[in-house]
């Protein structure tokens, strides 16, 4: 067996680029972490600092110890994690960055999109008293809104629902993909797609994700992409 891994990141036609990102390899053992900010990349910042020191956590309980560092620091981050050691996979994520599995020329999500077109999340918010205005949960009291339903950070808005409650998978990966992504790639191309796009190695993979996104697809967003290639 043998891990090939990469990372590709562009501030796409952002203002600023908000996000941040772990990869780390050591033997049969990988850490990779997307960290997409907003309002700011404090957050994100935050996290990706922190991750590499969690290591020994679960991915879901590293992103709830970095959600509590988060106190007090403007703006929040969506997060997806995910930790390889041997055959062994565990993914976090909140918010709306995502992990992919693509095996034997399929592919489906490891992760859960946390926004309000999911009648769980947005019945949540509306429990808490946020109102929704098109795709964003409001607080009415502060009239500040997010368009993810889970993340780091966003403390002000935890009153109306707005929680670090990572989903979490566990299972095996022995051969196949990895892609983790933020919403710049999962917004303009499906999960679904990725087979035709999976082939050399993982840094020219990664970029053409990145480039397909980005160039062929018309993302605006800032976009961040790690691949990890098992055979």
């Known amino acids: 067996m043998s891990i090939d891994v990469a990372g590709f990141s562009d501030q ?47 991915p879901a309980e ?10 007090g620091l403007p703006g929040g981050a969506c997060a997806v994690v995910f930790r390889l050691r041997g055959d062994r996979l565990e993914v976090a994520n909140v918010g709306d960055a995502e992990l992919a599995l693509v095996t034997g020329g399929e592919a489906r999500l490891l992760t859960r999109r946390h926004r309000l077109d999911d009648p769980e999340e947005q019945a949540r918010i509306l429990a ?4 929704i205005q098109g795709p964003y949960a409001i607080d009415p009291q502060t009239l500040h809104g997010l368009m993810p339903t889970r993340a780091l950070g966003d403390h002000e808005l935890e009153r109306i629902g707005i929680v670090c409650e990572p ?56 976009l961040t992409v790690l691949v990890v290639r098992r055979t």
Request: charged share 30%.
């Open 167 to 222: 989903h979490r998978w566990s299972g095996r990966f022995q051969e196949g993909w990895l892609v983790a992504a933020c919403d710049g790639l999962w917004d303009v191309l499906g999960a679904e797609e990725l087979p035709g796009l999976l082939q050399g190695s993982a840094e020219e993979t990664a970029r053409r994700l990145g480039e397909e996104a980005l160039r062929g697809r018309g993302s605006t967003d800032n």
């Open 128 to 131: 808490r008293g946020g109102v």
């Open 62 to 71: 590293a992103l709830i110890a970095i959600h509590r560092q988060a106190l």
């Open 12 to 58: 796409g036609l952002r203002w600023e680029m908000e996000d941040r990102h772990v990869l780390l390899e050591e033997g049969e053992e990988v850490l990779g972490g997307v960290f997409d900010g907003h309002n700011g990349a404090r957050v994100a910042e935050l996290a990706a600092r922190l991750l590499p020191q969690l290591r020994d956590h679960p």
